[in-house]
């Protein structure tokens, strides 16, 4: 089915953040080396981002602009291949937004979504720590109390959580999950045990709950399965970026390293040629299967997850393939501090430990082929 003209006039206006995050991202990559050694948070990155108008973008209408899936994908891509922290902060912190907008009454949601606009900072706290890749099904129960609820327990991975205004949260409630978005207050505090391989600068903290309200009128309704969050489906880009900008790194460093028995580039030999070739085309298949999800989700499409979870799983493998080709390219200069091989291919494990981890993704497709029709939720 072509695209009408007025379709396509929204898709060339939408396109246009496409060159404005490109040069953004082209600044971020100059502290991504620092961000990471540091294991500081990129905030003027999220700050350069929210200030050119793109997180309201990404927002639903009325609220936003409701920016176009696939026009995600290449946003998100293009951030990863420049600093994966920045990227993977601003897809949770649009996320927390998105979902925060989607889930609130009306007067909330736009509440949200101004605090958004002036911004302010979201974070999403709804893996617990004994709850493995069960994000949206909270084992952790809340106590009734005037006004609402009180929540004393931990999330964990809490991207960008030091600098968050708001928390979209997740608790059993009679035994219900249930969801609300609450300020950052006193009762929230976050332990100091973030030391990883790699995504340093995301901060990923474990935050603690000590009596924290959840105000009845801050309470969302359940996730509604016809709204496709940008999380859902744009987890896989992360890798993406990542892939590409190992691929780039090791490239640029295989042309350059001339070898003394031949006087020839190391990007002449044919074992890396063909390893290489191997893992771009296994990166093109996988950039394909994302690309897939985002038109699905752009068309309303309640497919768009399930692939999401087949692009991911894709997405994850291949980046850890392309790192790894690069650190074999790199040799010992590749495995020096002072290399982006090797920052690339600590980042490029953290896509795989993501929920879904590439374990859940694994079961979920093998069961969706071996059993049709079982598991499909």
């Known amino acids: 089915m072509l695209a009408t003209s007025d379709e396509r006039g929204d898709v060339v206006a939408q396109e246009q953040w496409l060159p404005k995050v490109q040069a953004l991202a082209e600044d971020f990559a100059k502290d991504a080396a620092r961000h990471d050694a540091e294991a500081t948070l990129p905030l003027e990155n999220l700050q350069a981002l929210n200030a050119c108008g793109l997180d309201t973008a990404v927002l639903p209408a009325p609220y936003g602009q409701g920016l176009s899936f696939q026009v995600l994908g290449q946003i998100l891509t293009t951030l990863a291949r420049a600093c994966p922290s920045t990227a993977t902060i601003w897809l949770m912190h649009i996320g927390a937004a998105h979902g925060l907008v989607s889930m609130s009454s009306a007067e909330q949601a736009q509440h949200f979504a101004a605090e958004l606009a002036a911004g302010r900072r979201f ?141 020839e580039p190391l990007s002449t030999m044919q074992w890396l040629k063909f390893d290489t070739a191997a893992a771009y085309v296994r990166l093109r298949g996988a950039t394909l299967l994302a690309n897939e999800a985002m038109a ?77 029709g079982q598991g499909e939720n």
Do not use: H
């Open 123 to 263: 974070a999403n706290a709804l893996s617990e720590p004994a709850g493995g890749n069960l994000f949206l099904m909270p084992q952790q129960p809340a106590t009734p109390v005037e006004g609402g609820w009180e929540l004393s327990g931990a999330k964990r991975f809490v991207s960008g959580c030091e600098i968050a205004d708001y928390f979209l949260v997740n608790v059993l409630l009679d035994g219900v999950p249930g969801f609300f978005g609450i300020d950052k207050d006193a009762s929230i505090s976050f332990v100091p045990i973030w030391d990883t391989m790699g995504m340093r600068g995301t901060r990923s903290q474990l935050v603690s709950f000590d009596r924290t309200l959840l105000p009845t009128r801050r309470r969302c309704s359940p996730p509604d399965p016809s709204v496709i969050n940008p999380i859902a489906v744009g987890l896989p880009f992360l890798s993406l970026g990542i892939a590409e900008g190992a691929l780039n790194a090791f490239a640029d460093y295989a042309r350059g390293r001339v070898l003394p028995a031949t006087g």
């Open 296 to 372: 699905l989700a752009d068309a309303g499409d309640p497919r768009a997850v399930r692939v999401g979870v087949e692009a991911k799983l894709a997405a994850n493998e291949v980046a850890k393939e392309m790192a790894a080709l690069g650190l074999k390219a790199g040799g010992g200069s590749g495995y020096l501090n002072t290399s982006p091989i090797q920052r690339y291919f600590r980042d490029a494990q953290a896509g795989a430990l993501m929920a879904y981890s590439v374990e859940v993704c694994s079961d979920q497709v093998g069961n969706w082929v071996l059993n049709p």
